[in-house]
Every structure is written in C-alpha cells, then in structure tokens.
C-alpha cells in the first residue's frame, strides 16, 4: 500500500484462534507501527475497512475466512426502529458530555466493571492500567471520550475516533447494573445524532460477523453500509 508520495509497509500477524467464530483461525495485516500517520491518511485507512486498537491499525486477513465485514450506518438514511425510539425515550435523563481522552480512575473502575460483567474470560478483564490507557489512547486519531451521566453519576463512556467524512465507534462501555437501558444501542444512536448535528456523513461501527450473536445489534440499524472488494454496499 502506498500514498501519493509515502509508502506504507504492511505486516502480517500470526495465526490465532479466532475469538468469534468456533473452529476457525484469525490473523491481520498491521500498517507499520513506525510509519507517521496523518490525518488523511488515518481517514483514507479508516475508510478502507481499517481499524484501531490503540497505537495499531488493522484489517482482518485470516487465512480460511473472509466473515468479517466492516460496516457502517450513513446518517442521512438513517431510521430508528420502534425498539431504538424507546431505547432513546428510555434515556433522555442522561446527560452527555465530550471530554478529552486521559486516564481517570472513575473511568477505569467503570471499565473493569463492565469487563468483570460481560467479558471476565477476555484478555481485557486485566486490572493492569497501563493495558487498558494502551487500548484506548493514539496520537494520531483525534479521539474523545463521549461520556454518558445519570444524576452526575458517570454510568458509560463511548470512545470515539473523528476523521475527515465519519466518526468511528471504537469501544463502548457501561455499568453493567443498567442493562435494562440498553446503553450500548443508547451510545451509537447518540453518536448517529452527533453525526447529524456536526454534518458528518457516517458512523463506522468495526467488524461485523453474520454467524456472531455477539455482533448481531449492528444489523439493528439501518441502513447498513458493510466494505466489500474496496467498495461500500448497502447491506441491510
């Protein structure tokens, strides 16, 4: 790969089980840990089909299996469902406030929280602080912290990338004891209305896997745009 005047060198990672699907092995291409990522070049990626995870940008490359789609919602078309209309209802007693992206132990016991709840078997469920700020933070994505409150009291945090033409979804969490809110759906609705306001055409919401229950709300919210052979195709 390679811009007008800057190639980029891309890695293979090794071979792994796949997190998601049973009986199937997973691994990624990895753009060069040390080339300088600009902001068009991190919106060109993240249009592309790539992802973050923290200072890393990657895009599934698994040696039997081609079943992650990256998706993502386009604003203007945009129509919440019935289900979405009382998920929002549900919630107007929250406020949300923008904040920068930094370490505070408030955020944190709220992540492991939600780790302990949903995921105690992942590799995130890890206490070390160093893990989860390495996670979060990049220097490159213009990242933000879209925090969610009940009565001041902190209940979810959506991380948020921006880039020229989307936002990007890049981890949600929330306390766990609140589920009957659904906060998850709750933050891509708020990010949708955040795009709207702010004109931005697009909310990336990662990977989706059909045969993954774990990835199945994606489809929730249509339309969906899924990155087939360089191009976006409405998918649902």
Partial sequence: MSTAHNPIRLFETVVDDC????????????????HTIEPELFAML?????????????????PTCAACVSVRIPVAQFKPSRSQKRVWKKNTDLVARIEDVSFKQEHFDLYL???R?????????????????????????????VCFYL??????ISVV????????????FFEPELSDRS?????ILYLVRLA????VPYVYLGYWIKESQKMGYKTNFRPLEGYFDRNWKVLR
């Fill in 113 to 115: 929280r939600y780790q």
């Fill in 196 to 199: 709207q306001v702010k004109d």
């Fill in 161 to 172: 990338d921006q880039f020229a033409g989307g936002l990007s979804a890049v981890y949600t």
């Fill in 46 to 62: 993240s249009r592309s089909g790539f992802r973050r995870s923290g200072e890393m940008l990657y895009s599934p490359k698994c």
């Fill in 19 to 34: 997190p998601y699907l049973d009986d199937q092995k997973s691994a990624s291409i990895i753009v060069d840990p040390e």
């Fill in 151 to 156: 009565h001041d009291e902190l209940v979810g």
């Fill in 117 to 145: 709840a949903r995921h105690e078997d992942s590799s995130m469920c890890d206490e070390d602080p160093s893990k989860y700020v390495a996670f979060i933070e990049s220097k490159f994505s213009k990242s933000k912290f």
């Fill in 183 to 187: 906060l998850g759906t709750y933050a």
